[in-house]
Structures are given as structure tokens and as C-alpha cells.
């Protein structure tokens, strides 16, 4: 079955780029190309979410030029992208401290949010500013300060608890997939990837194209998904 969710870790811009004998930001601009095949396939086929780990809290240590670069590429990419998503029916989101983020970067984010937000057709979601450490603890906050006014039950279920994720009513990955061969979850979606599908693969994310996504695909429609059960329980 095709997946519902498919996440990836957009992973190794900067080798790329120093392949090629260019700056890091080379590699994030060529990245852009490598997230509009990966949508337009993802529209091609039905799969309902797609989302991109696209910064994290943690790149904010990076040099201030290659940040400032990403965060006009952010800009770029939604202006140039929107009438994209306008004609296929995409409704695009962003996820993230966005409290750290230049107030420019979000005003351009927060239009394109309001103008797809009734499209029905796949949801993008572009993680930025994000970790799932501070999703957990933003979750806990919210959750203690609403207990304090009496307006949840006392004690918290994994369903309670889900609904203050910065993820609240987007169905946990089926998929996830990291480029460039490193092979770890490097503070994403610590909560939602508990039953996810793990998927490596060595080419670069730039390089990355519709066959990438297919062979992903293909690789996750082979695996049994037992959520702890045994095969013979799933059978039955
Ligand atoms: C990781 O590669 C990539 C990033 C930190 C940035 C990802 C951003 C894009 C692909 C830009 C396009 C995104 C949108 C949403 C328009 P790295 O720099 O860590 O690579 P390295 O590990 O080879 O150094």
C-alpha cells in the first residue's frame, strides 16, 4: 500500500556542493529542484503528506551566511512555488520554533499558508526551525498549563499527549527517508517516527529525483508492518 505520510531528511547540500567546487548555498539551491520533483511526484501518486526536514534548531549554529542564504531561499521558493501549489491543489504548512525565524521569512510563509489552506490534494510540510526535543517540551508545557486550568483530564495518554505536538492531527510518518548515507534521526520527529519505516539511501540530495522517491516507495510497499504483533496475528 502506498504510504500515507512520507518524510524525508533532506541530507548532503553541502557535499554536493563541494563536489562541484561550490559554496554550501550551491547546494541548497540545487536542493530546491530535488523538493519540487519530489512533490510532483508525490501529487502524481495520491500520497496525502509529504514533509521536509528543512532546518533545524540545531543549524542555527551554522556560519550567519549560509543561514541568511537559506532563509532567502525559503523566501524564494514560496513566491516562485505558490502558484505551483495553487494549481495542484497542494496545501502547504510550516512546523517549527518559528519564534527564531526572521519575521520576513514567516510573513511570506504565513501568506502561502492562508492562501492554499483550503487546497485538498497533498499537504506539504516544510520542518524549519525544528526539533522534536522542543516539540516534546512545547508539548509538555501546553499540556501542564491547560491541567493547571482544569481543561484536560489529570492523567496524559499517548493521544492526549499527541494533540499538543506541533504535529496535532497529521498522521505519523509511514516513511521516512534520509539522503547521503548517514543513517540517524538527528532530533526529528522523535515522538511520531515510533512505528515509521526507515529508509537510507547514499545519493545526495540534490541528486535526488522521482525514481529516488519510487525506489522508496517500492522498498516500504515490501515491508511488514507489525506494530508489535506477529505475522500470524496480522494474518488472521
Ligand atoms: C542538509 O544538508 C540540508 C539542509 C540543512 C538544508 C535543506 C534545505 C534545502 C534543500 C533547501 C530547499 C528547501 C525548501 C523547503 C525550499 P547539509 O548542508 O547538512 O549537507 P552536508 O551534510 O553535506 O554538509
Not at 78 to 107: A, H, T
Not at 122 to 131: A, H, R
Not at 199 to 228: C, I, M
Request: hydrophobic share 35%; aromatic share 10%.
Amino acid at each position: 500500500m502506498i504510504p500515507e505520510h512520507v518524510t524525508i531528511i533532506m541530507d548532503g547540500n553541502g557535499r554536493w556542493a563541494k563536489q562541484q567546487g561550490m559554496q554550501r548555498l550551491f547546494g541548497h539551491r540545487a536542493g530546491a529542484d530535488s523538493v519540487r520533483a519530489c512533490c510532483e511526484y508525490a501529487v502524481e501518486k495520491g500520497i496525502r503528506y509529504l514533509s521536509l526536514f528543512a532546518f533545524s534548531e540545531e543549524n542555527w549554529s551554522r556560519p550567519k551566511d549560509e543561514i541568511d542564504g537559506l532563509m532567502e531561499l525559503m523566501i524564494k521558493s514560496v513566491i516562485e512555488e505558490e502558484p505551483v501549489f495553487m494549481k495542484n491543489n497542494i496545501r502547504f504548512r510550516v512546523i517549527g520554533d518559528l519564534s527564531k525565524v526572521p519575521s520576513r521569512v514567516c510573513e511570506h510563509i504565513r501568506e502561502c499558508e492562508e492562501h492554499t489552506m483550503n487546497n485538498t490534494g497533498l499537504t506539504l510540510i516544510i520542518f524549519l526551525s525544528y526539533s522534536g526535543k522542543w516539540d516534546i517540551v512545547q508539548a509538555v508545557n501546553r499540556y501542564a498549563a491547560d491541567r493547571e486550568k482544569g481543561m484536560v483530564p489529570p492523567v496524559c495518554t499517548a493521544d492526549i499527549f499527541s494533540g499538543y505536538l506541533s504535529t496535532a492531527g497529521i498522521p505519523d510518518p509511514d516513511l521516512m527517508i534520509r539522503t547521503s548515507g548517514e543513517q540517524r534521526l538527528s532530533n526529528y520527529l522523535l515522538w511520531q517516527c515510533a512505528y515509521t519505516e526507515f529508509y537510507f539511501t547514499d545519493v545526495l540530495w540534490p541528486d535526488f529525483r522521482k525514481e529516488h522517491l519510487q525506489n522508496a516507495v517500492s522498498e516500504y510497499e515490501k515491508r511488514e508492518r507489525r506494530y508489535g504483533k506477529t505475522t500470524e496475528q496480522l494474518n488472521k
